[in-house]
């Protein structure tokens, strides 16, 4: 019997006249994806790619596995695939749901006739399969309200699929369908979290990083990458940069207030983010803040960062709880390596007492104190590149 793997569009279905722009991006993505899972023949039609193993040893509960981290897909479903007549459904049917409908004692079944020619209309299909599954299976009886298996039959253009469910898929649009941002990534729980769910919206990720040596240990560093390893299934290859922060820092503590340390060095990393935007050709920053999580995500405190971006900020965690936002980093699996105790460069000069509302006139004139403009520069020459693929992963 020969399986095939369904992904089934999301919201991109719905999309009118570049709906082929998006089918493109997303069959890309899978193809990406599926390299190191096996040989596939790749088909689009009617909202779905067809996913063919081209040869028999296809793992295909891991070529679902790595769907499910795609964006763009709803649904996947792993089907039989069945010659366009009632007589082979109903052969194939018996055989390839076997075991399921042994263990099961309630089933319905339920046929989309996307090809309207096909001789018999869905309840007439339903009710043939159906009594042909009783007199199979006799121990197993009809439930339409709530089965145990629900038999899909679907007719579509080239063969008839059948299978026993949808599997969920990841949503959203496909990565890179959106354009570039870039992700202002800590070692903490909320700005994976953040990263992944812009990704989700279909917008390619690329992720910086401030490092203070030696305040800041390697060892935090590569807390840091191996969480920018863990986005890739979702977000796809990730450029990393890692821009040396101790000088500016150092400057910070030496001229500045210190209640105004937060807010600055929000601002410094902010113009350094910019720079490297530019360079990327990345057309937002996003940042894990959520509103009065700590003092500098107070709306003033954002106030004043902002007033130094000339790009949008997109903060996709600014209205969510902590606990929701840990429930996404479980699912994504970067909750644990989060919460490993390795310290931050924002940790490292936490000023004792921050200004919880600060007003940007004051915060512009604790900045002129420093020197920063030239350090800017150099923090920027000084950024190095780690590019983090997502093929294997
Ligand atoms: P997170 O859990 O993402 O670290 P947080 O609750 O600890 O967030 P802050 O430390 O105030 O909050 O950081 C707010 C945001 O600033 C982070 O979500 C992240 O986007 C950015 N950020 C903080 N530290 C760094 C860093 N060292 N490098 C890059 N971005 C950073
Ligand atoms: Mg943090």
Redesign the pocket.
Known sequence: MKEIVLAKYGEMALKGQNKCSFEDILLKNIKFRLKSAGKFRYSSAQSTVYIEPEEDSADLDEVIARLQKVFGIAAICRACVCEKNFDDIQKKTLEYLRETLEDARTFKVEAKRADKKFPMKSPEICMELGGAVCEAFPEISVDVHNPEVTIIVEIRDTNAYIHAGRIKGAGGLPVGSSGKAL????????????GYMMAKRGIHISA????SPPY?SDRARLK?EQLCQKLTPYCGDIHFYC?P?TEIQEELRRKCPEEYF?VLM?RL?MLI?QEIAKKEEALAL?????VG??A??TMQAMVCTDAVCQCPVFRP?IGMDKTEIIEISRKIDTFDI?VQPYE????VFTPRHPKIRPQLETVEKAQEKGDFAAMIQKAVEGTELKVFKHADA
């Open positions: 992700l202002l990534l800590s070692g903490g729980i909320d700005s994976p979290v953040a910086v990083h401030f490092v800041t840091v821009v922060f937060t929000r990393m983010a996003i940042t894990g803040e959520s999580q700590v500098s995500q965690l989060s931050d460069c924002c940790t």
